[in-house]
Antibody
Framework: EVQLVESGGGLVQPGRSLRLSCTASGFTFGDYAMSWVRQAPGKGLEWVGF??????????EYAASVKGRFTISRDDSKSIAYLQMNSLKTEDTAVYYC????????????WGQGTLVTVSS | EIVMTQSPATLSVSPGERATLSCRAS??????LAWYQQKPGQAPRLLIYGASTRATGIPARFSGSGSGTEFTLTISSLQSEDFAVYYCQQYNNWPPSLTFGGGTKVEIK
Protein backbone atom coordinates (compact mmCIF):
# COMPACT_ATOMS: atom_id res chain seq x y z
CA GLU A 1 0.00 0.00 0.00
CA VAL A 2 1.32 3.41 -0.98
CA GLN A 3 1.73 5.83 1.91
CA LEU A 4 2.98 9.38 2.11
CA VAL A 5 3.13 10.76 5.62
CA GLU A 6 3.85 14.43 6.19
CA SER A 7 5.16 15.83 9.43
CA GLY A 8 6.57 19.05 10.80
CA GLY A 9 3.61 21.37 10.48
CA GLY A 10 2.49 23.75 13.19
CA LEU A 11 2.24 27.36 14.26
CA VAL A 12 5.11 29.65 13.31
CA GLN A 13 5.61 33.40 13.42
CA PRO A 14 5.98 35.46 10.26
CA GLY A 15 9.58 35.65 9.08
CA ARG A 16 10.54 32.37 10.75
CA SER A 17 11.40 29.01 9.20
CA LEU A 18 9.88 25.54 9.23
CA ARG A 19 10.83 22.24 7.65
CA LEU A 20 8.27 19.68 6.55
CA SER A 21 9.10 16.03 5.96
CA CYS A 22 7.34 13.46 3.81
CA THR A 23 8.07 9.80 4.47
CA ALA A 24 7.12 7.45 1.67
CA SER A 25 6.48 3.73 1.49
CA GLY A 26 4.84 1.22 -0.82
CA PHE A 27 6.45 2.39 -4.08
CA THR A 28 9.90 2.91 -5.54
CA PHE A 29 10.54 6.37 -4.11
CA GLY A 30 13.65 7.01 -6.19
CA ASP A 31 11.70 6.63 -9.43
CA TYR A 32 9.25 9.42 -8.62
CA ALA A 33 9.33 13.18 -8.68
CA MET A 34 8.19 14.44 -5.30
CA SER A 35 6.10 17.54 -5.14
CA TRP A 36 4.39 19.75 -2.59
CA VAL A 37 0.90 21.14 -3.14
CA ARG A 38 -0.80 23.45 -0.66
CA GLN A 39 -4.34 24.48 0.11
CA ALA A 40 -5.16 27.62 2.05
CA PRO A 41 -8.20 27.35 4.35
CA GLY A 42 -11.35 27.17 2.24
CA LYS A 43 -9.41 27.66 -0.99
CA GLY A 44 -8.27 25.59 -3.95
CA LEU A 45 -5.07 23.72 -4.68
CA GLU A 46 -1.78 25.49 -5.40
CA TRP A 47 1.34 23.73 -6.65
CA VAL A 48 4.36 24.77 -4.57
CA GLY A 49 7.26 22.97 -6.21
CA PHE A 50 8.91 19.65 -6.83
CA UNK A 51 12.14 17.77 -7.14
CA UNK A 52 12.75 15.44 -10.03
CA UNK A 53 14.03 11.91 -9.61
CA UNK A 54 17.77 11.32 -9.98
CA UNK A 55 17.09 9.80 -13.39
CA UNK A 56 15.81 13.21 -14.49
CA UNK A 57 18.62 15.14 -12.85
CA UNK A 58 17.18 15.61 -9.37
CA UNK A 59 16.56 19.25 -10.16
CA UNK A 60 13.88 21.44 -8.64
CA GLU A 61 11.14 23.78 -9.83
CA TYR A 62 9.12 26.23 -7.75
CA ALA A 63 6.03 28.35 -8.00
CA ALA A 64 6.73 32.06 -8.30
CA SER A 65 5.03 32.68 -4.96
CA VAL A 66 7.65 30.67 -3.04
CA LYS A 67 10.74 30.83 -5.24
CA GLY A 68 13.76 31.99 -3.28
CA ARG A 69 12.10 31.21 0.06
CA PHE A 70 11.27 27.49 -0.16
CA THR A 71 13.65 24.63 -0.93
CA ILE A 72 12.76 21.03 -1.73
CA SER A 73 15.23 18.22 -1.21
CA ARG A 74 15.13 14.45 -1.06
CA ASP A 75 16.92 11.54 0.56
CA ASP A 76 16.31 8.48 -1.58
CA SER A 77 18.12 6.21 0.90
CA LYS A 78 15.44 7.04 3.49
CA SER A 79 12.51 7.61 1.09
CA ILE A 80 11.97 11.09 2.50
CA ALA A 81 11.26 14.40 0.80
CA TYR A 82 11.66 17.73 2.56
CA LEU A 83 10.23 21.20 2.19
CA GLN A 84 12.33 23.88 3.85
CA MET A 85 10.28 27.04 4.24
CA ASN A 86 12.08 30.27 5.11
CA SER A 87 10.85 33.85 5.53
CA LEU A 88 7.33 32.62 6.08
CA LYS A 89 4.41 34.94 5.42
CA THR A 90 0.86 34.86 6.70
CA GLU A 91 -0.27 33.95 3.18
CA ASP A 92 1.72 30.72 3.42
CA THR A 93 -0.85 29.43 5.89
CA ALA A 94 -2.23 26.23 4.36
CA VAL A 95 -2.43 22.49 4.48
CA TYR A 96 0.68 21.20 2.73
CA TYR A 97 0.33 17.96 0.81
CA CYS A 98 3.23 15.79 -0.28
CA UNK A 99 2.63 14.17 -3.65
CA UNK A 100 4.38 11.76 -5.98
CA UNK A 101 4.47 12.02 -9.75
CA UNK A 102 5.87 9.57 -12.27
CA UNK A 103 8.01 11.54 -14.69
CA UNK A 104 7.94 12.77 -17.35
CA UNK A 105 4.21 13.41 -16.99
CA UNK A 106 3.73 15.46 -13.86
CA UNK A 107 0.29 14.66 -12.61
CA UNK A 108 0.01 13.52 -9.02
CA UNK A 109 -0.53 9.81 -8.54
CA UNK A 110 0.00 9.74 -4.80
CA TRP A 111 -1.00 12.13 -2.03
CA GLY A 112 -0.26 12.32 1.67
CA GLN A 113 -2.89 13.31 4.22
CA GLY A 114 -1.46 16.81 4.58
CA THR A 115 0.02 18.84 7.40
CA LEU A 116 -1.24 22.24 8.51
CA VAL A 117 1.13 25.18 8.61
CA THR A 118 -0.19 28.29 10.32
CA VAL A 119 1.84 31.48 10.02
CA SER A 120 0.68 33.97 12.60
CA SER A 121 2.04 36.27 15.25
CA GLU B 1 1.55 30.96 -16.91
CA ILE B 2 -1.41 28.92 -18.12
CA VAL B 3 -4.67 29.74 -16.35
CA MET B 4 -7.16 26.91 -15.81
CA THR B 5 -10.80 27.95 -15.48
CA GLN B 6 -13.43 25.53 -14.20
CA SER B 7 -17.16 25.90 -14.55
CA PRO B 8 -19.57 25.97 -12.95
CA ALA B 9 -18.23 26.79 -9.52
CA THR B 10 -21.07 24.76 -7.98
CA LEU B 11 -23.17 22.07 -9.60
CA SER B 12 -26.36 20.82 -7.93
CA VAL B 13 -27.26 17.32 -9.05
CA SER B 14 -29.63 14.63 -7.83
CA PRO B 15 -28.29 11.15 -7.11
CA GLY B 16 -28.45 8.99 -10.22
CA GLU B 17 -28.25 11.96 -12.59
CA ARG B 18 -25.37 12.84 -14.90
CA ALA B 19 -22.90 15.56 -13.97
CA THR B 20 -20.81 17.43 -16.54
CA LEU B 21 -17.90 19.55 -15.36
CA SER B 22 -15.84 21.83 -17.59
CA CYS B 23 -12.23 22.94 -17.52
CA ARG B 24 -10.73 25.46 -19.93
CA ALA B 25 -7.06 26.28 -20.42
CA SER B 26 -5.86 29.73 -21.44
CA UNK B 27 -3.68 28.08 -24.10
CA UNK B 28 -3.34 24.58 -25.45
CA UNK B 29 -2.18 21.89 -23.02
CA UNK B 30 -2.57 19.07 -25.56
CA UNK B 31 -3.93 16.09 -23.60
CA UNK B 32 -1.80 16.78 -20.52
CA LEU B 33 -4.75 17.30 -18.22
CA ALA B 34 -5.63 15.52 -14.97
CA TRP B 35 -8.74 15.53 -12.79
CA TYR B 36 -8.83 15.08 -9.01
CA GLN B 37 -11.60 14.53 -6.50
CA GLN B 38 -11.43 15.98 -3.00
CA LYS B 39 -13.86 15.19 -0.21
CA PRO B 40 -14.09 17.34 2.95
CA GLY B 41 -11.14 16.79 5.27
CA GLN B 42 -9.38 14.49 2.81
CA ALA B 43 -6.51 14.76 0.41
CA PRO B 44 -7.29 14.95 -3.30
CA ARG B 45 -7.39 11.71 -5.26
CA LEU B 46 -6.33 11.26 -8.88
CA LEU B 47 -9.28 10.34 -11.11
CA ILE B 48 -8.18 10.94 -14.69
CA TYR B 49 -4.88 11.64 -16.44
CA GLY B 50 -4.04 12.17 -20.08
CA ALA B 51 -7.45 13.88 -20.32
CA SER B 52 -9.28 10.57 -20.61
CA THR B 53 -7.46 7.70 -18.88
CA ARG B 54 -8.94 6.57 -15.58
CA ALA B 55 -6.50 6.07 -12.74
CA THR B 56 -6.26 2.72 -11.03
CA GLY B 57 -9.41 1.77 -9.17
CA ILE B 58 -11.57 4.61 -10.51
CA PRO B 59 -15.10 3.48 -11.43
CA ALA B 60 -16.18 3.51 -15.05
CA ARG B 61 -18.89 6.11 -14.34
CA PHE B 62 -16.10 8.70 -14.37
CA SER B 63 -14.97 9.70 -17.84
CA GLY B 64 -12.83 12.49 -19.23
CA SER B 65 -12.68 14.01 -22.67
CA GLY B 66 -11.21 16.89 -24.59
CA SER B 67 -7.87 18.17 -25.79
CA GLY B 68 -6.19 21.48 -26.45
CA THR B 69 -8.06 24.02 -24.34
CA GLU B 70 -11.46 22.45 -23.60
CA PHE B 71 -11.96 19.51 -21.28
CA THR B 72 -14.89 17.76 -19.66
CA LEU B 73 -15.29 15.41 -16.72
CA THR B 74 -18.51 13.43 -16.81
CA ILE B 75 -19.96 11.39 -13.98
CA SER B 76 -22.59 9.26 -15.65
CA SER B 77 -24.78 8.43 -12.64
CA LEU B 78 -23.95 10.23 -9.45
CA GLN B 79 -23.54 8.12 -6.35
CA SER B 80 -23.65 9.51 -2.81
CA GLU B 81 -19.88 9.17 -2.49
CA ASP B 82 -19.31 11.35 -5.58
CA PHE B 83 -20.43 14.58 -3.95
CA ALA B 84 -17.14 16.41 -3.59
CA VAL B 85 -14.97 19.11 -5.13
CA TYR B 86 -13.28 18.36 -8.44
CA TYR B 87 -10.10 20.02 -9.73
CA CYS B 88 -8.42 19.94 -13.10
CA GLN B 89 -4.65 20.36 -13.47
CA GLN B 90 -2.47 20.93 -16.53
CA TYR B 91 1.00 19.47 -16.77
CA ASN B 92 1.89 20.43 -20.31
CA ASN B 93 3.36 23.92 -20.36
CA TRP B 94 5.90 24.15 -17.60
CA PRO B 95 8.21 25.32 -16.14
CA PRO B 96 7.33 27.72 -14.80
CA SER B 97 4.24 26.25 -13.26
CA LEU B 98 1.91 23.32 -12.90
CA THR B 99 -1.52 24.85 -12.52
CA PHE B 100 -4.86 23.81 -11.07
CA GLY B 101 -8.31 25.07 -11.85
CA GLY B 102 -10.32 26.72 -9.10
CA GLY B 103 -12.52 23.67 -8.58
CA THR B 104 -16.15 22.66 -9.08
CA LYS B 105 -18.19 21.63 -6.07
CA VAL B 106 -20.74 18.93 -6.86
CA GLU B 107 -23.51 19.09 -4.29
CA ILE B 108 -26.73 17.23 -3.68
CA LYS B 109 -29.77 18.82 -5.26
Amino acid sequence: EVQLVESGGGLVQPGRSLRLSCTASGFTFGDYAMSWVRQAPGKGLEWVGFIRSKAYGGTTEYAASVKGRFTISRDDSKSIAYLQMNSLKTEDTAVYYCTGAAAPLYYFDYWGQGTLVTVSS
Amino acid sequence: EIVMTQSPATLSVSPGERATLSCRASQSVSSNLAWYQQKPGQAPRLLIYGASTRATGIPARFSGSGSGTEFTLTISSLQSEDFAVYYCQQYNNWPPSLTFGGGTKVEIK
